[in-house]
């Protein structure tokens, strides 16, 4: 297709996703599929195989497709994973840990949440003390990019902890996964969930999760939900070859096939870079225009960076907002509560030119 004829985005998602897609991704979608066609089934097949090559180079990693939003397979997972007199500690220090916990509490999982507050890292040694004195505890979950701040996690030596003490590892790699590189393997992770409408630069509709075969095994009969049960979604796609349960998203899918295909001709250390130099570019042209980060940068992701709200009493985030809306940028409002503060993103179909254009706009503005 001359893809010349597909509109342009009047703007770019500077967000942790939705994000902006290249054209390409979107025009993958004008085509119908049947659930059932063995052609959409191989490419599903092909999607997953294609997920479980990027999460580790090690064998026994298996990858389960569940529509809905990345929350969908994060609620999956957390519903599905921990048995009946099982205990999960979180470790939480932001929105989307807190999310972890009331998915714990809905369904009436046992649950410690050791919270560092939004602006501090997860304690390594309190996270320690937890599993030392607390012999229930059964799964450990942790966010790697809590973009409540921007905050990137540090996963391998969380992992290192929680399998000294032979706990089950599961990780939300939501805003990370196909943007910064994660064995899984070296991380010992048991289940890592994120999203196609995020770094891999797919359209919203459904997310994955990536675990070990034999942790997937231990799901069986444990779902609390029959549209989220991991592991009879799982067992649909690998005995129906590439089968889901129910209706799946099938433009969608064929939108994250082509958006894995960039993703391999780009390069997964290639688009790190890329996201690292967006963000470091925006930064250093943000302070030199007088904003502050609120993280300090030795905690801060490449995927999105919160700023502290400027102190003029005429500061308005929703004029803010409008005004770079109409030159073609739309970031995010801030999260935390600690703080006023706005959150830009860096990630999708983002480049140096356009943080460039981006700061130029504020400039104006300010």
Same mark, same amino acid.
């Given at each position: %297709?001359?893809?010349?004829?597909?509109?342009?985005?009047?703007?770019?998602?500077?967000?942790?996703? !939705?994000?902006?897609?290249?054209?390409?991704?979107?025009?993958? &979608?004008?085509?119908?599929?049947?659930?059932?066609?063995?052609?959409?089934?191989?490419?599903?097949?092909?999607?997953?195989?294609?997920?479980?090559?990027?999460?580790?180079?090690?064998?026994?990693?298996?990858?389960?497709? &569940?529509?809905?939003?990345?929350?969908?397979?994060?609620?999956?997972?957390?519903?599905?994973?921990? !048995?009946?007199?099982?205990?999960?500690?979180?470790?939480?220090?932001?929105?989307?840990?807190?999310?972890?916990? @009331?998915?714990?509490?809905?369904? @009436?999982?046992?649950?410690? /949440?050791?919270?560092?507050?939004?602006?501090?890292?997860?304690?390594?040694?309190?996270?320690?003390?937890?599993?030392?004195? +607390?012999?229930?505890?059964?799964?450990?979950?942790?966010?790697?990019?809590?973009?409540?701040?921007? %905050?990137?996690?540090?996963?391998?030596?969380?992992?290192?902890?929680? #399998?000294?003490?032979?706990?089950?590892?599961?990780?939300?790699?939501?805003?990370?996964?196909?943007?910064?590189?994660?064995? %899984?393997?070296?991380?010992? /992770?048991?289940?890592?969930?994120?999203?196609?409408? #995020?770094?891999?630069?797919?359209?919203?509709?459904?997310?994955?999760?990536?675990? @070990?075969?034999?942790?997937?095994?231990?799901?069986?009969?444990?779902?609390?939900?029959?549209?989220?049960?991991?592991? +009879?979604?799982?067992? /649909?796609?690998?005995?129906?070859?590439?089968?889901?349960?129910?209706?799946?998203?099938?433009?969608?899918?064929?939108?994250?096939?082509?958006?894995?295909?960039?993703?391999?001709?780009?390069?997964?250390?290639?688009?790190?870079?890329?996201?690292?130099?967006?963000?470091?570019?925006?930064?250093?042209?943000?302070?030199?225009?007088?904003?502050?980060?609120?993280?300090?940068?030795?905690?801060?992701?490449?995927?999105?960076?919160?700023?502290?709200? !400027?102190?003029?009493?005429?500061?308005?985030?929703?004029?803010?907002?409008?005004?770079?809306?109409?030159?073609?940028?739309?970031?995010?409002?801030?999260?935390?509560?600690?703080?006023?503060?706005?959150?830009?993103?860096?990630?999708?179909?983002?480049?140096?030119?356009?943080?460039?254009?981006?700061?130029?706009?504020?400039?104006?503005?300010?």
């Amino acid at each position: %297709m001359d893809l010349d004829l597909i509109p342009a985005n009047p703007y770019l998602l500077l967000t942790p996703g !939705p994000l902006s897609t290249t054209k390409s991704v979107r025009a993958a &979608m004008l085509r119908d599929w049947c659930t059932w066609d063995d052609d959409y089934n191989q490419m599903v097949e092909t999607v997953r195989s294609r997920l479980v090559a990027l999460a580790s180079p090690q064998p026994g990693y298996s990858c389960v497709l &569940m529509q809905g939003s990345g929350t969908f397979s994060v609620e999956a997972t957390i519903s599905s994973a921990i !048995p009946v007199g099982g205990k999960l500690l979180v470790l939480n220090n932001g929105a989307y840990g807190d999310r972890i916990v @009331k998915i714990a509490q809905y369904h @009436k999982i046992a649950v410690l /949440a050791q919270d560092s507050g939004e602006l501090g890292a997860p304690d390594l040694q309190r996270l320690r003390q937890n599993l030392e004195q +607390d012999s229930a505890i059964t799964h450990v979950a942790v966010v790697h990019c809590e973009t409540t701040t921007g %905050m990137l996690n540090p996963i391998y030596e969380i992992g290192a902890i929680v #399998k000294e003490f032979k706990k089950t590892f599961i990780i939300d790699a939501m805003s990370s996964f196909g943007g910064i590189p994660i064995d %899984m393997d070296e991380v010992q /992770a048991d289940f890592l969930i994120s999203s196609a409408n #995020k770094c891999i630069q797919g359209v919203p509709g459904f997310g994955f999760i990536l675990a @070990k075969r034999e942790a997937l095994e231990t799901c069986r009969g444990r779902a609390r939900s029959l549209s989220l049960d991991l592991y +009879d979604q799982w067992q /649909a796609m690998d005995k129906g070859k590439g089968k889901w349960r129910f209706t799946s998203p099938t433009h969608v899918v064929r939108a994250f096939s082509q958006a894995l295909d960039e993703l391999q001709q780009e390069g997964l250390v290639e688009r790190f870079n890329r996201y690292r130099n967006n963000q470091r570019l925006l930064v250093n042209g943000m302070r030199e225009l007088g904003f502050e980060t609120l993280l300090p940068d030795a905690q801060q992701s490449p995927i999105i960076t919160s700023f502290i709200s !400027p102190k003029d009493p005429d500061y308005s985030f929703q004029n803010f907002y409008t005004a770079l809306k109409k030159r073609g940028f739309v970031i995010y409002p801030g999260k935390v509560t600690v703080a006023a503060t706005f959150r830009i993103g860096n990630i999708g179909d983002v480049h140096a030119a356009d943080m460039t254009r981006l700061l130029t706009a504020i400039e104006l503005l300010c």
